[in-house]
């Protein structure tokens, strides 16, 4: 007898439907599974038949043919357990098809319990644009799966949870289904309520975060960060090791304005897609990512046999931090200025090609050496001759091309760490960010000052004459190019956000410049 | 074998390593010349002395190795004489004309001093040695180019090592303004110094400087050649400055011998308890040189210097720079005022000002635009008609 049923699989960040075709017919007792299964999905033989067993069904005595159409198509991991399970049931006759059409998600455990799988939010969103309405998700799933309107979703604990689902009649379910509206700005805004995803920090070896008030001096530094995180602009911080380099970058979580309503669908599409979204819904906060300097290639930019997004994808949207930048693979450093360059991975391999999005902001930091005191006024550089400038070339040109603020750090003085007075909060500097967050993107249609082409960004700066005349005189003093006027436009038009200002002045223009300080080229002084 | 002149025997005994200035001028002593020395070793003679002198000094005059070298280039010297002119090198021996007077009162004086580009610059006036460290901080790097830049317009030529640091920062400053410069080497011509100055090299001999040396050409530099060569830094020089030195620096021997010739020595002074200038401190302390505050007093205690002609264009002076400051903004002025104070970070530019970072920031941009300042790593210090 045949049953057929319907899953999906996760192709980059898109779900492709997949039907499960279950024969079972008379000859000896065995199972075959084709359509280019790997080898998680073959082994979904055992835990089927321990998951059918251990419910307290029959594991047929006969010949079961699985087939996953269509059949070209390379399939994987373990979601498909469940489909497969609840079709042998029904080709063999054990229950009977009630009235609905469900999909069926999950990885059966021996004892027929339901495990969450990875790529549910998309799936379902493929599931329910074919017209499925009804669908069985993991319960750990749940929350994630609810994000899409216009379907019924179910949550399964156990097989026979989903074997009275599938027999029932229509309408009617073993839970009751929340129904949400269609996958619009509105019902996501709505989802605010809903149990927020605390992050997957942890998992990249990030300590906690850090409120701006517990670091004291590097005023400069401070006021760089906010203005690279206002503008969305890329930021390298080189300083000497204690500089708190390190410990201003922790404090970026909380100053990051949070996700809007699209952007947020977008993060969490891909945290399901990367299994980081297991007990959690739509992600408010932005993602912060600080891989470590030993991170390989496919880590960071995504690969490996399941063509997975890396940490630049992770940090869609959000800060990817690379500490300690020189010593990252250099590889992998030059395969992150396409997304830095357009705000997507490709990953192309012989079986195919998926591409993930990796618009993050980038913030980096790295000692001027190898001891880290090169160039400090009071402190001796050990390293042996040479060596400093070897240190800094292990980041190429082209990359660092792409960091729109340079930010050169001195060491903390005792004095600033005993000071008076109490820097401000990370509240009060976040909401400047978010405000100047928001006059950025009513202005550039959406998008943050750092994103503007040459052209757009002398538009949104508005430069008066005084402003304009006095950065061509800044442009041929200091040798800049027209890419590094651009990038001056570009922050200048940050901080002057920052100062609620339509347009950018002169003070802007000039402090802009000195966020590119290391680049600038002027004349030797007599 | 065409007999050698007196002047060809002298290079060709030069030549051998193991023969240096003592040895050379114990051996013109002995056998009265230098073309009898290499007849000595010839026939054995030399060996006999070699001996006798042992007997009464307790050493050997020289050692066996050496000994065989010389009977093998008595025999034929000529490769010896080939290799300088292969390399268009011009030598110089006390019996020519041209051999530095200055480099006489060293005693013994080197027997042979070999070099590349104009050999007349040796004889220049107005010589003055530039030496410190091979690690400067980035002031010590700053403090030498403007030293050059004032000896330059005073039109004096600077003799250095070629070393890394505040030689090469000595020779580029004085190349960068067309200036001429001696770059005196520890080693044999094939190896000039270190290879990141290849082009300076160039760029000194394209300037008319020289870059001399007294050993031959194949001559590697070992242990001590380079404090040897510091004797002739200070001979050549008529006065002698010190930018940062640590203590046992190569630039205190250079400082000692030109102390002991008689020269006069400038030491640029760093702060008490600086690593990078405990060694200058000393010399100040120890010795008769001179601290230099300042590039208009570093003129006069020169005093051979003469008037120059860029004498008069000096501003400073606190009144001229107050007149300066007079002209700028505001915040400019006491982003300025802070600087002159000393050199300072962007944080303790805010704090001495009491200015938020990106007004700071802004002025100093202001500040470098107009050459009044300038960037050291995360360190800015006034520059141009600010200096004093």
């Known amino acids: 007898?045949?049953?057929?049923?319907?899953?999906?699989?996760?192709?980059?960040?898109?779900?492709?439907?997949?039907?499960?075709?279950?024969?079972?017919?008379?000859?000896?007792?065995?199972?075959?599974?084709?359509?280019?299964?790997?080898?998680?999905?073959?082994?979904?033989?055992?835990?089927?038949?321990?998951?059918?067993?251990?419910?307290?069904?029959?594991?047929?005595?006969?010949?079961?043919?699985?087939?996953?159409?269509?059949?070209?198509?390379?399939?994987?991991?373990?979601?498909?357990?469940?489909?497969?399970?609840?079709?042998?049931?029904?080709?063999?006759?054990?229950?009977?098809?009630?009235?609905?059409?469900?999909?069926?998600?999950?990885?059966?455990?021996?004892?027929?319990?339901?495990?969450?799988?990875?790529?549910?939010?998309?799936?379902?969103?493929?599931?329910?644009?074919?017209g499925y309405a009804r669908i069985a998700v993991p319960a750990a799933n749940l929350a994630e799966a609810q994000l899409v309107g216009n379907v019924e979703v179910v949550a399964v604990d156990g097989l026979d949870d989903a074997a009275r689902l599938v027999s029932g009649p229509r309408g009617r379910s073993a839970r009751a289904a929340t129904r949400r509206d269609a996958l619009s700005v509105s019902s996501v805004s709505g989802a605010a309520a809903m149990p927020q995803n605390t992050g997957a920090a942890h998992l990249t070896g990030m300590v906690e975060p850090v409120d701006l008030v517990e670091i004291r001096g590097q005023g400069h530094a401070r006021w760089a960060l906010e203005v690279a995180l206002a503008g969305g602009h890329n930021l390298l911080l080189v300083g000497p090791p204690g500089a708190g380099k390190t410990l201003l970058c922790r404090a970026i979580p909380g100053l990051l304005p949070p996700l809007r309503d699209d952007e947020a669908l977008e993060v969490t599409v891909i945290e399901s897609v990367a299994g980081l979204l297991r007990d959690g819904g739509l992600r408010r906060d932005r993602p912060f990512r600080a891989p470590h300097h030993t991170s390989s290639y496919a880590a960071l930019v995504g690969g490996g046999p399941a063509l997975q997004p890396g940490e630049a994808s992770l940090s869609h949207r959000g800060v990817l931090f690379l500490d300690e930048l020189a010593e990252f693979d250099r590889s992998a450093l030059d395969a992150l200025r396409q997304p830095l360059e357009e705000g997507v991975i490709t990953l192309a391999r012989a079986r195919g090609h998926v591409r993930y999005p990796a618009r993050f902001q980038l913030v980096a930091a790295m000692n001027p050496c190898r001891c880290g005191h090169h160039g400090d006024e009071d402190r001796e550089c050990r390293c042996p001759r040479g060596e400093p400038e070897r240190y800094v070339q292990r980041v190429s040109g082209p990359f660092l091309d792409r960091i729109d603020i340079h930010v050169r750090l001195g060491p903390v003085r005792p004095a600033d760490l005993l000071a008076h007075g109490e820097p401000e909060h990370s509240a009060v500097v976040q909401a400047r960010i978010s405000a100047a967050w928001e006059r950025a993107r009513a202005r550039n249609h959406g998008r943050p000052n750092a994103n503007l082409a040459g052209s757009a960004a002398v538009r949104a700066a508005d430069l008066p004459r005084t402003a304009s005349v006095l950065l061509d005189e800044l442009a041929v003093a200091a040798g800049m190019s027209a890419r590094g006027v651009h990038r001056v436009v570009r922050v200048a038009r940050s901080i002057a956000d920052l100062e609620d200002r339509a347009r950018v002045l002169e003070q802007d223009v000039l402090a802009a410049v000195q966020l590119r300080q290391p680049d600038m080229r002027w004349p030797r002084a007599a | 074998m065409a007999p050698l002149t007196e002047r060809q025997a002298w290079l060709v005994l030069a030549s051998v390593k193991g023969v240096g200035d003592e040895t050379f001028g114990r051996l013109l002593s002995i056998f009265g010349s230098a073309a009898t020395v290499l007849i000595a070793a010839g026939d054995g003679r030399l060996a006999t002395a070699s001996a006798d002198w042992q007997?009464?000094?307790?050493?050997?005059?020289?050692?066996?190795?050496?000994?065989?070298?010389?009977?093998?280039?008595?025999?034929?010297?000529?490769?010896?004489?080939?290799?300088?002119?292969?390399?268009?090198?011009?030598?110089?021996?006390?019996?020519?004309?041209?051999?530095?007077?200055?480099?006489?009162?060293?005693?013994?004086?080197?027997?042979?001093?070999?070099?590349?580009?104009?050999?007349?610059?040796?004889?220049?006036?107005?010589?003055?040695?530039?030496?410190?460290?091979?690690?400067?901080?980035?002031?010590?790097?700053?403090?030498?180019?403007?030293?050059?830049?004032?000896?330059?317009?005073?039109?004096?030529?600077?003799?250095?090592?070629?070393?890394?640091?505040?030689?090469?920062?000595?020779?580029?400053?004085?190349?960068?303004?067309?200036?001429?410069?001696?770059?005196?080497?520890?080693?044999?011509?094939?190896?000039?110094?270190?290879?990141?100055?290849?082009?300076?090299?160039?760029?000194?001999?394209?300037?008319?400087?020289?870059?001399?040396?007294?050993?031959?050409?194949?001559?590697?530099?070992?242990?001590?050649?380079?404090?040897?060569?510091?004797?002739?830094?200070?001979?050549?020089?008529?006065?002698?400055?010190v930018v940062e030195a640590p203590v046992r620096s190569g630039a205190l021997i250079t400082a000692r011998h030109a102390l002991e010739l008689g020269r006069r020595v400038l030491v640029a002074p760093g702060r008490v308890g600086d690593w990078s200038t405990a060694g200058s401190l000393a010399l100040l302390r120890e010795t008769p040189a001179y601290p230099l505050t300042g590039l208009d007093e570093m003129v006069a205690d020169l005093g051979f210097l003469g008037g120059g002609d860029a004498a008069s264009a000096v501003v400073g002076g606190p009144e001229a720079r107050g007149a300066l400051l007079a002209t700028i903004g505001p915040t400019e002025r006491s982003v300025a005022e802070r600087l002159c104070l000393g050199p300072a970070g962007l944080d303790g530019l805010v704090a001495g000002t009491g200015h938020p970072p990106a007004v700071v920031a802004g002025a100093l941009t202001l500040l470098l635009m107009r050459g009044w300042a300038q960037a050291i790593g995360p360190v800015y210090l006034v520059a141009g008609p600010l200096l004093g």
Request: charged share 20%; glycine share 14%; proline share 7%.
């Open chain 2, 55 to 241: 007997r009464r000094q307790g050493r050997p005059l020289l050692t066996a190795p050496v000994l065989t070298e010389l009977r093998a280039i008595a025999a034929d010297g000529n490769e010896r004489l080939t290799a300088l002119s292969d390399r268009g090198l011009w030598s110089l021996t006390p019996l020519d004309a041209g051999y530095p007077g200055r480099l006489r009162d060293l005693d013994p004086p080197p027997p042979v001093v070999h070099g590349l580009g104009d050999p007349a610059i040796l004889v220049a006036r107005r010589v003055v040695a530039l030496v410190g460290t091979r690690r400067p901080t980035p002031f010590g790097r700053m403090l030498a180019g403007r030293i050059c830049g004032r000896l330059v317009e005073c039109g004096a030529v600077v003799v250095s090592g070629l070393a890394v640091g505040v030689d090469g920062a000595a020779h580029a400053a004085v190349v960068e303004r067309g200036g001429r410069t001696i770059a005196v080497i520890g080693a044999g011509h094939d190896t000039p110094g270190p290879r990141a100055h290849e082009g300076l090299r160039r760029a000194i001999l394209a300037g008319g400087g020289a870059i001399v040396g007294e050993h031959h050409p194949t001559v590697r530099a070992t242990h001590g050649t380079y404090p040897r060569r510091n004797r002739i830094i200070a001979a050549l020089a008529e006065a002698t400055i």
């Open chain 1, 1 to 130: 007898m045949l049953a057929t049923l319907v899953t999906a699989v996760v192709n980059g960040l898109r779900g492709e439907l997949v039907r499960v075709e279950i024969d079972v017919a008379p000859g000896l007792p065995s199972c075959h599974i084709v359509g280019l299964p790997d080898a998680a999905l073959s082994e979904a033989r055992e835990r089927v038949r321990g998951a059918i067993r251990n419910s307290g069904f029959n594991y047929p005595g006969s010949r079961i043919t699985v087939n996953l159409a269509p059949a070209d198509r390379p399939k994987r991991g373990a979601a498909y357990d469940l489909a497969i399970a609840v079709g042998i049931l029904v080709a063999s006759g054990q229950i009977r098809r009630g009235g609905g059409a469900w999909a069926l998600l999950g990885e059966l455990s021996l004892s027929g319990t339901v495990q969450p799988v990875a790529g549910v939010l998309p799936m379902v969103a493929t599931l329910a644009r074919a």
